[in-house]
Nanobody, 118 residues
Framework: QVQLVESGGGLVQPGGSLRLSCAAS????????MKWYRQAPGKERELVAG????????NYADSVKGRFTISRDNAKNTVYLQMNSLKPEDTAVYYC???????????WGQGTQVTVSS
């Protein structure tokens, strides 16, 4: 059974930090590109960051460059999103996604809420 379970969300003050984790099971994690998305109330889901299967390549949305860092540990089947200098506009539900383009397979997690507020 495929599972992606996000954790680490919560309430944080502006300027603070959070580290999100996404634990994967039920598929060959190391063969999948991993991505973090977010969806704020009333807005469309947007791509935040992505990392290649080996971890050698990353990409970020302009809005989070220099503040967020995506990483992965293939031995632990886990992808992370380190979020620093958080802003109120970062408030959203954050989702992790696994992509395998050749196999045309995509899996989503259930999401974790991040709220940035004083």
């Amino acid at each position: 059974q495929v599972q992606l379970v996000e954790s680490g969300g919560g309430l944080v003050q502006p300027g603070g930090s959070l580290r999100l984790s996404c634990a994967a099971s039920g598929f060959t994690f190391s063969a999948y590109t991993m991505k973090w998305y977010r969806q704020a109330p009333g807005k469309e889901r947007e791509l935040v960051a992505g990392i290649s299967s080996s971890g050698g390549s990353t990409n970020y949305a302009d809005s989070v460059k220099g503040r967020f860092t995506i990483s992965r540990d293939n031995a632990k089947n886990t992808v992370y999103l380190q979020m620093n200098s958080l802003k109120p506009e970062d408030t959203a539900v954050y989702y992790c996604k696994a992509d395998q383009l050749l196999l045309k397979r995509t899996y989503w997690g259930q999401g974790t809420q991040v709220t940035v507020s004083s």
